[in-house]
Structure formats: C-alpha cells, structure tokens
C-alpha cells in the first residue's frame, strides 16, 4: 500500500508513464443501481442561462489504489412502455450485457429504423475522480472539500491531451499530480440546450498546496474509485435481461409480434423477395412510433441530468 511519502517520490514521470500505459490500454479496449443521489458525489452547477464556472483540482489515486479515474459504461433510455431503464453495463466488466446484445441484432437487421433505435439504448462512458473544489460560483459552500466527480468523454479528453500533447512544443502533464499536476477550469455552456464544456482548460502546472501536511489531508478524505467496479454494483446478466424486456414491452405478445414483423420484413428484403418494400413500411412505423413517442418531460429532465 503507497503511503503519502512514497506518493511524493512517485510525482513526476514515473506516474505520469503509468497512467499513460492504461490510457493506452483503454483507448485499445473498446451500475445496477439504484437511483438514489450519492452525497458524495459533486455537480457543476449553471445559471439561469446555463452557463457555469468552477475551478476544481484532479487528485492522485486513493489510498491502496492504483489509478485516479475508473471507467464505467451505462445505460439510460426509456422504453416503449414508458418506463426508464438505467443500469450500469457489464460491459464494464468485460462481461456480456443484454442491451448491447440487443442493439448489435438491431445494427445488423439491416434496416435504418433498428440502427435508430440501437443509437437511442446505447451505452454511454463515464469516468469517477476524487477532485478537490476550489471554486463553485454556484455553490460556495463546497468550496475547500473532496467529492468524486463523474464526468464523460469531452472532459476526459483534456485529461488525456495533457498527458499526451498533440505538438513537440507542448510538455507532457500528469493532471493527477499534487506536485506537477494544475488547477482545472470548468467553464460551461449552454449549445443547442445541452452542457458543452469545450472552453474547459487547464491552468499552469503548479503545486496544489504549499503544505505537505495539508495535501495529505486532503488525500486521506478521498474515496474509494474501485469500489465502484465491485460486481455487487452491477445486476447480474439475467435480472438485466428481465427488466430490459420489461421496459422494452418485449415480454408483451403484441409487442413480440411486431419484433416477429419487423424480422421477417427483413429477411424478405435480404432475400429481395418483391413484397418487401410495401410491406416494409407499416411494419417499421408500427414498431418506431413506440420508442420515438417521448412526452414524460420530468422524464428526460432526469435522464438528462443522470446522463450529463
């Protein structure tokens, strides 16, 4: 187990290659949850125009940990029943899922409007990091603690460009430093009504407190990230299967028949057998107005927050 001295000896090029080799493994690879808010956690919020602004600082691993970050797959969407299903993917753990089962048939039927839907239940990546809150323009009073952060890809990105500069001018930088790491600036904006955080940027390197006593406080409060990858966090293969079919209306005989439909329209169409065309079209509409049809707004508001 690393304890903080030892955390002060690793600073530098050594973790930075370290956590540069499991990005590398990361980019190379491809929650049964309730719903309940985890105190936890932290959430940039914005103002009435959708804007916000906060300054936060990455934070090495954990104690007895190995990496700052762990990568999760979810999924979030609702069904033609109305119901929500949003559950972590056990693809996460490298283990077969069932909606990503479901939504590879659904890609390979060959028609446009199953693509639409697998697009729809697709599974979405998060990434969890302890942060230290700097600022909160919204929320003051988290100024000053640790909270994990659960942020997707667009951020991670920026995570990643500086521990792998694009130009030979640009220095490599280990955003998880206390030493050589730097303060990060959340800076979001309202595009097309959803969060962007393309101005986000890193400020200068420098070290995160002058006081070796006061980081290791700090880093002692911190979370654990790999309890998050604990398999009693994910349902297991057939209580997912049950509740997507649920959610879906797949366990519903009128349902099963337009699935039974939609296939042999396109077997026909595989086939190019002459009736396919014509039958085609009813068939689809049938199966598609049920997952576009969409009117629960506290619904999406929701997803959209889980999702964000």
Known sequence: M???AELKKMSGKSSLDKLTAELSKLNGGSGGGDNKKDERLWYPNVDKAGNGYAVIRFLPP???EDMPFVRIFEHGFKGSTGSWYIENS?????KPDPVGELNSQLWNSGLDSDKEIARSQKRKLNFISNIYVITDQQNPENEGKVFLFKYGKKIFDKLNETMNPEFADEEAMNPFDFWKGANFKLKIRNVEGYRNYDKSEFSSPSTFMEDDVEMEAVWKKQHSLQAFLDPKN???YDELKTKLNRVLGLDNPVAMARKEAVNVVAKAKAEDLPWAEEAEAPAIKSR??????D???DGLEFFKNLAR
């Open 288 to 293: 598609s107005a049920a997952f576009i049809a």
């Open 2 to 4: 690393v304890n903080f």
């Open 62 to 64: 954990p104690e007895g």
């Open 295 to 297: 009117d629960d707004e």
């Open 90 to 94: 056990l693809t996460t753990l490298g």
């Open 234 to 236: 994910f349902k297991s």
